[in-house]
């Protein structure tokens, strides 16, 4: 028992402050360092049983709880909405009247360094502190505002606010001379989105004969309504409109309109055939009959070229293979696609380019321009030879082109026609200057040496001599005409 009770005293008398020296070190840096050991010592311990420790509150409740979720809420709302005046007026007896602040840290929170007062908290802690409410007050929109959705507006002040894009409301016009006035100053407005939202509002809410007969006078709002039909397809409505307004000829090219929208061949051709009798203007009759009779003729050529392709009993059809198909194709593309592949035919078959011509009545100038290009693109220059050779009443022949020679020679050129060839056309260019010019630009010298020597134009044919190849039949030919002296030359 001695010992015991010496070592006890030795403890009670003992001490571990030190007296001053001047080579020892700071008081307050020697505490420092120890309070830090002993907090690093402690977060050891801590760290080993945190998982075994629960989170409680000051209050003795587990925390992240249902009921201390709810008490926290409660005290962090009532905190926000008290005001300044309130906590001014409650400073004298602020430790008696103010409640608990219940605190959510835990006990090894406060050992690892994590308590941290709300006036310190880091700007990542407020943001990601998704529990506390936003109570600041919402501030009132200005009263401009509320005047879009009010049902004071008169229909000028309406569309005034359409005008400039406003959120207004039609539907508060319900009778119809509040809607008619509405009509009328749109119109007046000469706004035509206006215009067009107003018909629009009065379409959906009047009878067809009302609207009808309201829009009759107003021939504005009228024309704006019938483009509005075109452009949306609404065919039905429209063809009672122009049916109501007695506007025959109108109703007839609508509703003609509609093959368009026809893709089925043979419902088309009966379409077509039911629009022959529609009341059209007498200009247009005839363009509805050939274009009804230019498509049961597509319709027959391509059945039959369609059988000759497949069978493989035709020699051009394998030679030059179909790209496309005939049918609904223009005039002028059946018109060349005869002339490809039906040229030779007698007038009397439906695919001769001469029975299209008398058919449909197709200018000698245009189909002179289609048969040439048609067989100079088959290089079938006795054919393009053909073309141009007319018999007078003597029996001599001679040649003649509807086009002019000059578009011959270009259309030759572009099928890449031999000299020769070009060479015969280009002669006969009547202008000597448009003669000269086509003959220097494709090559066909004999006829610029020919020119200038009817020309007499010896400086001109000496100069030319310099562009020829040396050596060449067309140099040899210059010097004999330079040589010959029965030639009588201007300069």
Request: charge should be neutral.
């Amino acid at each position: 028992m001695s010992r015991p009770r010496a070592d006890e005293e030795e403890y009670w008398h003992s001490s571990k402050c030190r007296a001053f020296t001047f080579d020892d070190e700071d008081d307050e840096l020697c505490q420092l360092k120890e309070s830090k050991r002993a907090v690093n010592s402690l977060r050891d311990i801590v760290d080993d049983e945190e998982d075994e420790l629960e989170k409680v509150s000051w209050s003795g409740e587990p925390v992240g709880s249902i009921s201390w979720s709810i008490k926290e809420t409660a005290s962090s709302s009532s905190t926000s909405l008290d005001g300044r005046d309130s906590s001014l007026q409650k400073g004298s007896s602020s430790n008696a009247a103010l409640p608990k602040q219940v605190s959510s840290y835990s006990l090894s929170s406060l050992f690892k360094g994590r308590n941290k007062l709300p006036s310190l908290q880091s700007l990542s802690d407020a943001l990601s502190d998704t529990g506390v409410k936003n109570y600041a007050p919402e501030l009132r929109r200005p009263k401009a505002e509320y005047k879009d959705y009010s049902s004071d507006w008169s229909p000028k002040d309406t569309v005034r606010r359409m005008q400039r894009g406003k959120v207004c409301s039609l539907e508060r016009f319900r009778s119809l001379q509040d809607k008619l006035v509405l009509l009328d100053e749109a119109v007046a407005g000469h706004d035509g989105n206006v215009i067009t939202a107003v018909l629009i509002f009065l379409k959906r809410t009047l009878r067809r004969e009302i609207l009808f007969r309201e829009l009759e006078v107003r021939q504005v709002a009228l024309c704006h309504l019938i483009h509005f039909l075109k452009e949306t397809g609404e065919q039905k409505m429209l063809l009672d409109l122009l049916r109501f307004l007695d506007r025959t000829e109108e109703v007839a090219l609508s509703q003609y309109r509609e093959h368009l929208n026809i893709q089925d061949v043979e419902k088309k051709r009966e379409f077509l055939k039911g629009c022959i009798g529609l009341p059209f203007p007498p200009e247009d009759i005839s363009h509805i009959q050939d274009h009804y009779t230019l498509l049961e003729r597509q319709i027959i050529i391509e059945a039959n070229d369609r059988r000759l392709e497949t069978a493989g009993q035709s020699e051009i059809f394998q030679k030059y293979p179909r790209k496309a198909s005939i049918l609904n194709m223009p005039l002028v593309t059946t018109l060349f696609y005869s002339c490809f592949y039906h040229y030779t035919e007698a007038e009397g078959t439906f695919s001769s380019p001469t029975n299209l011509k008398k058919t449909f009545k197709i200018p000698d100038k245009q189909y002179v321009l289609t048969a040439l290009a048609a067989r100079a693109k088959l290089r079938a220059w006795e054919d393009v030879d053909a073309l141009f050779t007319t018999k007078n009443w003597l029996g001599y022949t001679k040649k003649k082109a509807p086009i002019g020679f000059h578009r011959v020679v270009e259309i030759l050129q572009r099928n890449n026609a031999p000299v020769q060839v070009l060479q015969e056309y280009v002669r006969l260019v009547e202008d000597v200057e448009t003669r000269l010019n086509l003959a220097t630009k494709y090559k066909c010298h004999d006829v610029v040496i020919d020119t200038y020597r009817d020309l007499k134009d010896r400086i001109q044919l000496m100069a030319y001599k310099c562009k020829v190849e040396r050596g060449s039949a067309e140099e040899e030919k210059i010097n004999s005409i330079l040589n010959n002296t029965q030639i009588r030359w201007k300069n």
